[in-house]
T-cell receptor, first 113, second 107 residues
Framework: NAGVTQTPKFRVLKTGQSMTLLCAQD?????MYWYRQDPGMGLRLIHY???????AKGEVPDGYNVSRLKKQNFLLGLESAAPSQTSVYFC????????????FGPGTRLTVL | KNEVEQSPQNLTAQEGEFITINCSYS?????LHWLQQHPGGGIVSLFM???GKKKHGRLIATINIQEKHSSLHITASHPRDSAVYIC?????????FGTGTSLTVIP
């Protein structure tokens, strides 16, 4: 099992460009999450999904969109990147919600110039 | 306002020392999680607990729901324990994370 994978691992964008980050899990988990991690701050929840076809906003959703068309995949989109979106992005999944261990992907380091 | 506060922010210990990392939270929670982030950036879950105490090898996690406080203990610390330890709480479908404690264990 690969667990949780993220693509790409690194990306540099110019302000205003768009991109999609892909998260995939092979553990048949219902719940998937996107977080961002910034220096001096804890992980912050961007969006999450409690099952195929569902998405919900987290703590910092502005400037991001997500989709969960297939159970194993959770996509994070930036329509018009801004320097404030420079961060490390982590995807995570869990079997169910709050009472289950989260499994994290390796992270994507995004720089917006 | 941070829902989760950790202390200390940084910790240096000699190999073999007993280590304690503290976590306080201000919201009602369903569960509390301890995570480890390796120097390479990967994050793994160490514990999830909603009451009492859990032990895994040299790691022990405790929680006091009334005081809204949790501790992570490492016995007989080793240089391979060097990492950032993150406390997180879950409430409903939301997760809130502390900023982490950076632990360095010196041989």
């Amino acid at each position: 099992n690969a667990g949780v994978t993220q693509t790409p691992k690194f990306r540099v964008l110019k302000t205003g460009q768009s991109m999609t980050l892909l998260c995939a899990q092979d553990m048949n988990h219902e719940y998937m999450y996107w977080y961002r991690q910034d220096p001096g701050m804890g992980l912050r929840l961007i969006h999450y999904s409690v099952g195929e076809g569902t998405t919900a906003k987290g703590e910092v959703p502005d400037g991001y969109n997500v989709s969960r068309l297939k159970k194993q995949n959770f996509l994070l989109g930036l329509e018009s990147a801004a320097p404030s979106q420079t961060s490390v992005y982590f995807c995570a999944s869990s079997y169910s919600g709050t009472y289950n261990e989260q499994f994290f992907g390796p992270g994507t380091r995004l720089t917006v110039l | 306002k941070n829902e989760v506060e950790q202390s200390p922010q940084n910790l240096t210990a000699q190999e073999g020392e007993f280590i304690t990392i503290n976590c306080s939270y201000s919201v009602g929670i369903s569960a509390l999680h301890w995570l480890q982030q390796h120097p390479g950036g990967g994050i793994v879950s160490l514990f999830m607990l909603s009451s009492g105490k859990k032990k895994h090898g040299r790691l022990i996690a405790t929680i006091n729901i009334q005081e809204k406080h949790s501790s992570l203990h490492i016995t007989a610390s080793h240089p391979r324990d060097s990492a950032v330890y993150i406390c997180a709480v879950s409430t409903g479908n939301q997760f809130y994370f502390g900023t982490g404690t950076s632990l360095t264990v010196i041989p």
